[in-house]
């Protein structure tokens, strides 16, 4: 974690991508659930996905959950869902929304 800053609380990954939380005031009482996809590469895809079967949490393959134990494979990638313990909707996704842009020859 880095040093707050008002109300946030920065935490910085291993890529320099810093996410800033904020602190909830005590006058809220719920937060709605928010939605974080994150694109990974396939190796921190098979490592996560490791620890989510490892630690039994729940997944699906879509985000109705419908597909309960799925990895899907859109756009010839590989993701998954799954609720954070805050009730947030987790994605890992190998593969960005539509696939990689054909004129970049992107691929990780």
Do not use: C
Request: net charge negative; glycine share 12%; aromatic share 12%.
């Amino acid at each position: 974690m880095g040093t707050p800053w008002g109300p946030f609380i920065p935490v910085t990954v291993h890529n320099g991508v810093t996410f800033d939380f904020a602190r909830v005031p005590p006058h809220i009482t719920e937060i709605q659930p928010q939605h974080y996809a994150l694109l990974v590469s396939d190796p921190e895809f098979d490592a996560a996905y490791a620890k989510i079967r490892e630690s039994g949490l729940p997944f699906w393959a879509d985000p109705q959950q419908s597909r309960e134990g799925e990895i899907n494979h859109n756009d010839g990638g590989r993701g998954i869902y799954f609720l954070d313990p805050s009730g947030h909707y987790m994605e890992l996704l190998t593969v960005p929304y539509g696939g990689w842009p054909a004129a970049t020859g992107e691929h990780r």
